[in-house]
């Protein structure tokens, strides 16, 4: 595992480009809009998966010049989270990156992006952030919109893509972007699995191979209500009494919330109708996993990945 600010030793292939500070990035953009290219971006905190990969190619398909940011966002973690050790590995990650397709890479230093320490101007993510994962992680999508408008400002990208796995801060990053009349268009790209099912996440390097092996209980605790929910139930308690059945099958997952949610208020249902989203969150040891699941979703229609 590299640090931050360790060099990157790679072969670059032409055009692409790592900028690690505010000035290289400003270059690569000049170039980038002298050629009138249209670029989005895939903000991310690293530790590259497939489920990041793609999201790159998502972007691909809307603009001529894909760029990725990596920063670790301090911002958005907790007290006694794991901004410490959240894993990193820089190298590997232009290599992949590169590989992709992303023709730049933004991997600044804290220092590049908070010069002045914690910023004093932030962006308030308002009631939606309250929600589900907002419940157990005060400051978080705070933290969260903040860095993500910052990357738009200093990107200044047409287009960005963010990964349905973590619905919560899509549906607040479409809101700020709509509130705050900010010029880019979001994308939401598809939820990516293992091929068991558990959800991938750079936070799966975490678990142990028992822990592992109970994390798919996540996934199959909310296709059991999707079935059923397909079978004509539509009563929200006892869809989740099928998902909550499932999950005390799995002794290691210790789940913080399950809900049916409305898609964009994030509020609770009366009712479960096709659309309508099923959200989980729970521990498995130490490590915090979150999944879901549109209800009645095709996998042909990209809902349910
Ligand atoms: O989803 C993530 O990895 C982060 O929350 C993001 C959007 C890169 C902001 O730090």
């Known amino acids: 595992m590299s640090s931050g ?7 670059f292939r032409p055009g692409f480009t790592v900028a690690r500070s505010l000035r290289s990035l400003e270059k690569a953009l000049e ?17 590259l998966h497939e489920g990041h990969l793609s999201l790159v190619d998502v972007a691909r398909q809307h603009a001529d010049v894909v760029a990725l940011s990596i920063f670790v966002n ?3 973690f907790g007290e006694g989270e794991d901004l410490d050790r959240y894993p990193r590995d820089m190298e590997r990650d232009v290599k992949l990156a590169m590989e992709r397709g992303v023709g730049l890479v933004f ?3 804290r220092e590049e992006m908070y010069p002045g320490g914690e910023p004093v101007v932030t962006v308030d993510p308002g009631s939606l952030a309250t929600r589900l994962c907002g419940q157990y992680r005060p400051g978080h999508f705070h933290g969260v919109v903040t860095v993500v408008a910052k990357l738009f400002g200093l990107l200044r990208p047409q287009v960005a893509v963010f990964g349905r796995k973590d619905y919560q801060q899509a549906v607040l990053i479409r809101r700020m972007v709509q509130d705050l009349n900010l010029p880019v268009e979001i994308q939401v790209g598809p939820l990516v699995r293992e091929p068991d099912g558990l959800a991938m996440s750079s936070r799966n390097a975490y678990l142990s191979a028992q822990e592992r092996a ?5 996934h199959q ?5 999707d079935a059923a929910f397909r079978q004509g139930e539509g009563r929200p308690e006892q869809l989740l009494d099928r998902a909550r059945a499932v999950l005390d099958a799995h002794p ?5 919330y399950l809900e049916l949610v409305d898609p964009e208020t994030l509020e609770p249902l009366e009712e479960a109708r096709e659309g309508s989203v099923l959200a989980v969150a729970a521990h498995c040891g130490s490590t915090r996993l979150i999944d879901n699941l549109i209800l009645g979703a095709a996998r042909s229609e990209g809902g349910e990945g």
């Open 5 to 11: 600010s360790q060099p990157i030793k790679i072969t």
């Open 31 to 47: 170039e980038i809009q002298a050629r009138e290219l249209r670029l989005a971006l895939v903000p991310t905190m690293g530790y």
């Open 74 to 76: 301090p911002l958005q």
């Open 107 to 109: 991997a600044p230093p």
């Open 214 to 218: 109970q994390a798919v209980g996540l």
């Open 221 to 225: 605790a909310l296709k059991a209500a």
């Open 252 to 256: 290691l997952l210790r789940p913080q």
